[in-house]
T-cell receptor, first 114, second 111 residues
């Protein structure tokens, strides 16, 4: 089983719909992140959380919200999806005890907004 | 500001060396990374270099760091078709412990 699991893996939705992408991890890491990947733009940070009570905005948080339900769970919501939110979304975790700062990624959730 | 830049595409022949380049802006970065993304998969750490090093070698991979020019490169010796992937450069941005990624370089290896 994957250490970082994202659901759903693929989703097609319509403009204006509310969408939630979920991430769960079995690595026991405190830090969790949501990135989006767009061709030619690389990965951009949406939100990150260093523990259950800590939520921080990343570079492109507008139009998104998050919830850290537990150490192991971090959800990303699009309250009213729009077509330019069509992208591949990645959840990642890290452990501050790893002094290299390495991130561990899920396999991605491909979202298409029509 | 925080910015990491890479060229988008590189094509090489099997058996040749590949060199993927990256520039970054945060001079206080402690770690710089190369991640690999295979088709349909997430990113996996390929290698990293600590900022007080100039070079790191790991089998077919050589990482060179020029701190003065804020330039990082990844050399893959004897490139194989299995090396075809997108390679991301990233820096550990000290303010907040975040990783900032480049745009990714798509490496295509032709037989």
């Amino acid at each position: 089983d994957a250490d970082v699991t994202q659901t759903p893996r693929n989703r097609i939705t319509k403009t204006g719909k509310r969408i939630m992408l979920e991430c769960s991890q079995t690595k026991g890491h405190d830090r969790m992140y949501w990135y989006r990947q767009d061709p030619g733009l690389g990965l951009r940070l949406i939100y990150y959380s260093f523990d259950v009570k800590d939520i921080n905005k990343g570079e492109i948080s507008d139009g998104y919200s998050v919830s850290r339900q537990a150490q192991a769970k971090f959800s990303l919501s699009l309250e009213s999806a729009i077509p330019n939110q069509t992208a591949l979304y990645f959840c990642a975790t890290s452990d501050p005890g790893y002094n290299t700062g390495e991130l561990f990624f899920g396999e991605g959730s491909r979202l298409t907004v029509l | 500001g925080e910015d990491v830049e890479q060229s988008l595409f590189l094509s090489v022949r099997e058996g040749d060396s590949s060199v993927i380049n990256c520039t970054y802006t945060d001079s206080s970065s402690t770690y710089l990374y190369w991640y690999k993304q295979e088709p349909g998969a997430g990113l996996q750490l390929l290698t990293y270099i600590f900022s007080n090093m100039d070079m790191k070698q790991d089998q077919r991979l050589t990482v060179l760091l020029n701190k003065k020019d804020k330039h990082l490169s990844l050399r893959i010796a004897d490139t194989q078709t299995g090396d075809s992937a997108i390679y991301f450069c990233a820096e550990l941005y000290n303010q907040g412990g975040k990783l900032i990624f480049g745009q990714g370089t798509e490496l295509s290896v032709k037989p």
